[in-house]
Each structure stands twice: as C-alpha cells, then as structure tokens.
C-alpha cells in the first residue's frame, strides 16, 4: 500500500517563507505527477503545482513567481518553497501522487494534508 507523508505547514506571518515536503512509501516502481493542491475553509480543492518525472512544472497563476516545486526521484519525494506567502494562501495543502505505479496497481494517491496559515 502506498502512503504519503506530508509535513513542513505551520504558521508564518505575511511576506514569510514555508517549505513542505511529501514523502511516498512502499512498492512503488515509479510515479508519474506529483503536485500540490490546497482547501481554504468554504472553497473547493485546487491544484497550485504539480511536477513530472521528466521535471515539467505547472503552477497556478495565484502563485507564480512565488512558490516553487521540486522533486527528488529516487526519494519519492515533492517539495514545495513557498516565498512571500500571503493570508489568502491559508489553506490546507494535499500531496497527490497520479499514475502510481506499484507490483500490483497504478492508481492515484492523496496525502492527509497540511496546515498552512498566514497571517497579515
């Protein structure tokens, strides 16, 4: 069964910097994407950035020039560098992991997400 394991949120004040990191575990042959989306209360789950095994990135406009998406391969491992966050970036932050691929399936994978909160 595969897991991932999400850490890195907090508090941070306005224009401060956070970095998360998710982390997948078990037989995993390879993955495809991994990215991260976000829930602030009363709104809908939203991608902010995803990442390829090749290393092409894709980031929603909300966070362009100020969130970077990083991978390591060989860890099974996304990052996310958050610079100059702002309050409207509170929200709770899901790792997702598409195109899984395990001895047994290829599936899609969601973390049990993170807290980030800023504040003004």
């Known amino acids: 069964q595969v897991q991932l394991v999400e850490s890195g949120g907090g508090w941070v004040q306005a224009g401060g910097s956070l970095r998360l990191s998710c982390a997948a575990s078990?037989?995993?042959?390879?993955?495809?994407?991994m990215g991260w989306y976000r829930q602030a209360p009363g709104k809908e789950r939203e991608l902010v950035a995803d990442?390829?095994?090749?290393?092409?990135?894709n980031y929603a406009d909300s966070v362009k020039g100020r969130f970077t998406i990083s991978r390591d391969n060989a860890k099974n491992t996304v990052y996310l560098q958050m610079n100059n966050l702002k309050p409207e970036d509170t929200a709770v932050y899901y790792c997702?992991?598409?195109?899984?691929?395990?001895?047994?399936?290829?599936?899609?994978?969601w973390g049990q997400g993170t807290q980030v909160t800023v504040s003004a």
């Open positions: 078990g037989r995993i042959f390879a993955i495809n994407a």
């Open positions: 997702n992991a598409d195109g899984v691929r395990t001895p047994w399936r290829v599936g899609n994978v």
């Open positions: 990442i390829t095994s090749g290393g092409s990135t």
